[in-house]
Each structure stands twice: as C-alpha cells, then as structure tokens.
C-alpha cells in the first residue's frame, strides 16, 4: 500500500494516510429511536433496517427533529469491504455542542445518543480514516433566522451588493421576489435594475430564512470630484464590537496602477468623504515592476456586522495631511477595507491567473458543481475545525484567499487570515521555523503579508526558504535518498518567495541568480521520457507520483511568470505532461498513481480526486501554445477530479482546491 506521511513538529512522522477511498462504498445504516435517560439499544438485526449507499460526491444527511432535553440514538454501520478490512470505530462530532451533544455509546462507537439542548440545527459527524457520515438534527423549534452584516440596501439602477450572511456551516440559497426590481445570483450578488423595491428571500439547508430589503433609485449619485482610477470597496470591522476602530489592511493592485513613486497619489473615500490616511508599498513587484499591494491605515468608526461602502482612488493627489505608521496587530486588524468587485480582484493576479465564479459557471456543468462543493465542504469544515493549524496541510489559507478573489466575500478574506496565523503560530513558530518540505505551506503565508503588511509572516517565508535550502543545496545529487518532485516544489516556492517579497529570515534573501541556478538543477533532473524519478519512491526502484510531479509543475510555471521566461521550463513541463498522459486511465479518469511501482493488489492505481493537482500543467501549456489537445487533457482532468472527488477529508479538500483555480484562467486564455 502506497502511504504519505503527514508530518508533526520537529518533522516527527506520526501517522500515516492511505489513498483506498472506503467511502465510495460506504453504507449507512440509520436509526434514529426515542431512548430514556441511561437506556441501552442493542445494535439492529440487519433484517431490521434499511442500509442506504452513500454517494462521496454529494453532502449525503440523515435527518431528526427532536425537542430540547430529547435523546436519539444515531447507527453507522460500515460497509462488508470496511468490515473486511478491520473494525471500523468512528470518532463522532457535533458541528455546535451548545445546540446538540453526542456521547459516543459502547460497541467500538458504532453508535451515539444524541441530546438536545437549545433551539436550532446541527450537523452530527461520524467519522472513520476513510470515511464520514453526517446527520442533520433539528432540534426545538428550528434555527433561528439568519443574520446578514448588512438586511437593507439602497442601489441606484445597475449597481450591484454582495449579501454577506453572518453566520456560516451550511450552504445558502439566494432568490429575488421581485426580479423585475433587481435580481441575485446563487453566491448572493445583487444587481438592481429598475426603480422599486425588492425582496431578497435567502434560505439555509439547516432551515433557517431571512429576507433583505432592496430599495431601487433611479437617481445618479456623483462621484466624489476627483480624477484617477477607482477601487470600489467596503470597510469590515473584524473585531467584536463598535465604535473607532483601525482599518489596516493590504490592498492588491492590477499591474501598471502604482509604482513606489505613486503612493502619494492614493486617497480614500467612505460616504463620499476623503479620509485622512497613511499609506506604503508593500513588498512584491509585478513583472513591469509596479507594486502588487499598498498598505492602507486609517481610524473609522463601525460596529461588526455592518460593513460600510468605500471607494479607493489611484492616480490623484492626497488633500489632506498623512496620517504617521499605525500601532495595531497587523496579523488580524480589528478592521480592513477590502475590494469587493471579484472582477477587479482576479486582475490583480495576487493569487495567480484566475477567473470569478460568477465567469466560471459557463465553462462546464463540472464548473458549476466545483464551486458549489466547495461553498458547501468549505462551511462543514469551518463549522467542524475551525481554524486549527493541522488543517492548513496542502495550504487551507491560500484556498481561502483564492475564493475570497473570485468572490469578494470578506468572509474567506477573514477565514485565510485566521488560518495563517493558526499555522504560523501553531506549528512554524514553536518549532523555529524548522517545518518539514511536506509542511511547508508558504504561499498563504506570503498572501497574509501581502494583505496585511504582517511583517512576522514575511519574517517566516525567509526563514523557511533558509530551512529549506539543505533540499536546494542537495537536489543536483542524482538520486539523492531525501527529495521528491514534491520537496523540489515546496523548496523551489519557498525560495520565490523569498526573492519577490525580499523576506530575510537569519541569513541572506534569496537571489534571482540563485532560483535560475535550482531551477537549472531541476530541470536537468528528468528523465528522457519525461519521468520525474526518486529512489525514494517505491525503494528500492526509482520511480515517481503523477500528482507530485503536477505540484512540481506547478512551481516550475510559477518561476516562469516571476522569475524569468525560460523556455526550457515550458519544453521541461510539456514533457512531463505528455509523460503523465501516457499513463491517463480512462476507466478512472485519471492519471496512473506510481507509474513504476510493482502493481498493488489493494489499492487501486489511480486517484481521480489528485487530478487537480496536476491539470494546471495542461491549461498553461495550452495558454502558451494554443494546441487544443492540451485543453481537452486538461478540461478531462478537471472533470474527472470533480466527479470522483472526496472532500470530506480536510487534506483531499485542501488539494483539490490550492491552486486549481488557474486551470479557469488557463484552458480560456485563447
């Protein structure tokens, strides 16, 4: 069986996952009875219940509804293949204890009770290594309404609004009363479109309903009378409470808008009034050497909940006095002003070249299904995890600021910043920066800088581009018994990083010279085929992992774009491709897991839910050539990847959303 460590502290392996996917098989078997206080129930004669197939790529729930102060007892009984393999003893999780808590009961966990104990609705998780199951329990009279940063707004005809619910852990639907008044699309944007009023009716699969008010005016309201380029924006108040508070926050810019001459020519506006602020460039360059993000400081006063419209204006002289460098935690500020318009966030390429969601649903009904799985997985493990630092492996924070790009919800923008600071302080500051390659998830933390202008994450991408340079150092030892494509990639991001934001850690920056020599090393280590091939993998043969090669890709296109336009890079990754199709499995839609590795018996030999970590190499070489072949490998790919895939692991979800998002880009780049 072919296994992947996952690292703790220090680089300590303590356990390790299988890619055999039981969940695809799992049945279910549900019964939920009325139990008194402290009454045992024997496990059901199988003549007795009904066994339900669970289908992995949908939310599948069983559902009671019990009153406060009621127990119910939840069976999970796994599948003949699970049970042939060993015992299966689920863990099992409400998704909020204060609403309903779950005791696991005897037999291996095979079943819990259930209590209610406030009106609402909760998911309750049971979960093996391989497999989850979830149950929807309504409890009471319900959820209560559902919560909105802001329940009424007054557009003028063709404006739009983003609705930004409060609260989260399950999946909304948006629909309009009035549509000829202004309409909303599935993620909640509002478009006004004729005089009137509106109502905009928003439900949850939990139950809970709220409505927004849309008044429509047909009046024009003038711009503030400045000249220059504007951003339109809103500013959000993260910490609990009102009154001044600090806006500090990154803005990203589109190529071309500012250089570090510029930032006198910033100005920024709330309710039509320019506000007094201080501005500076953060570092990062775009490729014509224009700033990719500017610091903006400036006290308001706001209360949490309800965000207030701004506008950001480049090009024009500032009227009032700068304000000095603000005090505050730069990590998590207790507000920001963010852009809002995803139209203008995925100009900005800060995450790489993408598209916004409301672009992307033409693409394919898979298009679609992508982004609604990840509205309704992103929430459940939210809602389960929270921001725990070991659900940042495969870089949970750089998915949440890609979908905070393609959205505009603040609300991701939030969730990635929460989610850096948990790994950063959780796992590379305790540890002295010491991380694992495997561990190594630098690009969310390079992205929190950038939006926050925290100079303690641009502090750790130096250190662990210093970290990783024994990887660096080594990789033009043929055969090396320590790196992989994966630890190539990892060390080859991590020194790009270093060198674009010029971060130091202990010892020097990472220099351009530098990344063209590795990056020479790397290239040079292919096989004539187009193998990428380590005696690590599968010892003592040398051999490699499709989907380490697709990360290794990755980081080789992203030097491409930075650093410098090597053309050996694109022969190099367009060689590996045709490598990687040749091994293409059409039963499974998906590429051969380990070409080179002795067959196994028991695992399958391909993994259509890593098919997202390799179809970039694919869409970009389609957006540099133009040949068609490589657009449908990689429109084959993504498809495959969304049909099989398996989100309910916080590591499968994790990849197959960290940088699939520029396949949108890519394969439509002709």
């Known amino acids: 069986m072919l296994v992947e460590p996952l690292s703790r502290p220090g680089g300590q392996v303590v356990r390790f996952w299988s890619f055999n996917r039981m969940i695809l098989e799992l049945t279910a078997v549900v019964l939920l009875c009325a139990c008194a206080d402290g009454a045992t129930v024997n496990e059901p004669a199988s003549a007795q219940a009904e066994a339900v197939n669970i289908d992995a790529s949908a939310m599948v729930r069983q559902q009671a509804a019990i009153a406060i102060g009621e127990q119910r007892t939840l069976w999970v009984s796994p599948s003949l293949k699970s049970k042939s393999r060993s015992t299966v003893q689920p863990s099992w999780r409400s998704s909020n204890p204060a609403i309903a808590s779950i005791v696991p009961q005897a037999n291996g966990g095979q079943y819990a009770v259930v209590t209610g104990l406030a009106n609402g609705a909760v998911y309750v998780i049971a979960r093996t290594p391989a497999a989850v199951d979830s149950f929807l329990v309504i409890v009471g009279t319900g959820p209560a309404a559902l919560r909105f940063a802001a329940s009424t707004f007054a557009l003028t005809r063709g404006d739009t609004a983003r609705i930004i619910p409060l609260d989260t852990g399950s999946t909304l639907s948006y629909s309009s009363l009035s549509s000829s008044v202004a309409t909303v699309t599935t993620s909640g944007l509002i478009t006004a479109l004729a005089s009137g009023e509106a109502k905009i009716r928003v439900s949850s699969e939990l139950g809970a309903s709220g409505e927004i008010s849309v008044t429509v005016s047909a009046t024009v309201v003038p711009p503030p009378p400045v000249g220059g380029n504007r951003i339109v924006a809103a500013l959000t108040r993260i910490s609990v409470g009102s009154g001044s508070a600090l806006v500090s926050s990154g803005v990203p810019l589109v190529a071309g808008a500012l250089r570090d001459t510029d930032v006198s020519a910033v100005r920024v506006f709330v309710g039509g009034v320019e506000q007094r602020i201080f501005v500076a460039a953060l570092q990062g360059r775009h490729p014509d050497g224009s700033l990719t993000s500017i610091l903006l400081q400036f006290p308001y006063a706001l209360a949490s909940g309800i965000p207030v419209a701004a506008e950001i204006v480049l090009g024009s002289s500032r009227t009032l006095g700068d304000l000095p460098p603000q005090v505050?935690?730069?990590?998590?500020?207790?507000?920001?002003?963010?852009?809002?318009?995803?139209?203008?966030?995925?100009?900005?390429?800060?995450?790489?070249?993408?598209?916004?969601?409301e672009s992307t649903s033409a693409i394919s009904s898979f298009a679609s299904k992508y982004d609604a799985d990840?509205?309704?997985?992103?929430?459940?493990?939210?809602?389960?995890?929270?921001?725990?630092w070991e659900q940042n492996y495969y870089d949970r924070a750089q998915v949440y600021y890609a979908q905070w790009v393609r959205t505009g919800n603040p609300e991701y923008w939030t969730r990635g910043t929460r989610q850096v600071l948990a790994y950063r302080k959780g796992y590379l500051e305790p540890n002295a920066y010491g991380t694992s390659p495997h561990w190594s998830q630098i690009d969310g933390v390079a992205l929190h800088y950038q939006l926050t202008g925290d100079e303690m994450s641009r502090f750790a991408v130096g250190r662990v581009a210093e970290v990783l340079r024994y990887f660096r150092d080594n990789a033009?030892?043929?055969?090396?018994?320590?790196?992989?494509?994966?630890?190539?990639?990892?060390t080859l991001a991590a020194q790009l990083w270093s060198w674009r934001l010029q971060a130091r850690g202990n010892e020097a920056i990472a220099t351009a010279a530098e990344i063209s020599t590795f990056v020479s090393t790397v290239l040079g280590l292919q096989a004539a085929d187009g193998a990428w091939r380590y005696p690590i993998i599968c010892a003592p043969l040398s051999a490699g992992l499709t989907y380490m090669d697709g990360m290794l890709n990755e980081s080789l296109i992203q030097a491409y774009i930075h650093h410098s336009p090597n053309p050996a890079i694109l022969a190099k990754v367009r060689k590996s491709a045709d490598y990687m199709w040749s091994r293409w499995k059409v039963a499974s839609q998906a590429v051969e897991y380990a070409p080179g590795c002795p067959p196994n018996s028991t695992d399958p030999d391909s993994y259509p839910e890593l098919n997202n970590l390799v179809v970039n190499s694919y869409a970009w070489i389609y957006a540099q050539t133009g040949d068609v072949v490589f657009r449908q490998r990689a429109d084959s790919l993504f498809n495959g990847g969304v049909r099989g895939q398996f989100l309910y692991g916080q590591k499968q979800f994790n990849q197959q959303y960290t940088t699939s998002y520029r396949y949108f880009f890519w394969r439509s780049a002709r």
């Open 328 to 357: 505050n935690n730069p990590g998590m500020p207790d507000a920001v002003i963010l852009p809002t318009d995803p139209n203008y966030l995925v100009q900005t390429d800060l995450v790489g070249a993408t598209r916004s969601v």
């Open 374 to 388: 990840f509205r309704t997985f992103a929430d459940l493990h939210w809602a389960t995890y929270s921001d725990q």
């Open 476 to 490: 033009r030892i043929v055969g090396h018994p320590d790196i992989d494509s994966r630890i190539l990639a990892r």
